[in-house]
């Protein structure tokens, strides 16, 4: 079993529609990061979580500790949003980032 | 937000020749900065952490005398390939931690590095 799971592993939605992408984690943690990765590759860093909840704009992510669980929501969804989204947590204070498998969003106009 | 720049973006190289790849933090200072190597449909996988002023620590399997990290200011690291073989063609990742406090780590947009 892997240490992050994310859920789902492919999401097709329509414009206009309101995402969730989910992440599981079996190991203690420091902190818990959403990565947004385009077709072209580069990374941008969405959210470093490591209690509560945080909003950037039409994201949010949420964290729970007790239930080691986080989701990223998505409102208004764009087709600009495509992309694959990355779940990571630091295991500890000093952890290497362990990195669920992404899962896919495709929107279409 | 922190921005990392990586330098090239892309890259065509010849076998047998080295190429470098550099990895700067623009805004913020970095003790630590990783390089992770990325597949087709694969995850990101840590090749070595750099830290600066002192030696990089690498990961099981990942050469240390094939993929040379230098890390010699705290905004600035280098990966090398030396040698480059068509296998070593892959997107290489850099990341930065912020050193200040927040423990935040920061990603750079990769380089596609294509070995002919």
């Known amino acids: 079993k892997n240490e992050v799971e994310q859920s789902p592993q492919n999401l097709t939605a329509q414009e206009g529609e309101f995402i969730t992408i989910n992440c599981s984690y079996s190991v203690g943690i420091s902190a818990l990061h959403w990565l947004q990765q385009h077709p072209g590759g580069g990374i941008v860093s969405l959210f470093m979580l490591s209690s509560g909840k945080k909003k950037h704009g039409r994201l949010i992510a949420t964290i729970n500790i007790q239930e080691k669980h986080s989701s990223l929501h998505i409102t208004a969804s764009h087709p600009r949003d495509s992309a694959v989204y990355i779940c990571?947590?630091?295991?500890?204070?000093?952890?290497?980032?362990?990195f669920g498998k992404g899962t896919k969003l495709s929107v279409k106009p | 937000g922190a921005v990392v720049s990586q330098h090239p973006s892309r890259v065509i190289c010849k076998s047998g020749t080295s190429v470098k790849i550099e990895c700067r933090s623009l805004d913020f200072q970095a003790t630590t900065m990783f390089w992770y190597r990325q597949f087709p449909k694969q995850s990101l996988m840590l090749m070595a952490t750099s830290n600066e002023g002192s030696k990089a620590t690498y990961e099981q399997g990942v050469e240390k005398d094939k993929f040379l990290i230098n890390h010699a200011s705290l905004t600035l690291s280098t990966l090398t390939v030396t040698s480059a073989h068509p296998e070593d063609s892959s997107f290489y990742i850099c990341?930065?931690?912020?050193?200040?406090?927040?423990?935040?780590?920061?990603f750079g947009p990769g380089t596609r590095l294509t070995v002919l």
């Open positions: 990341s930065a931690r912020d050193s200040s406090g927040s423990n935040e780590q920061f």
């Open positions: 990571a947590v630091r295991p500890g204070s000093q952890g290497n980032l362990i």
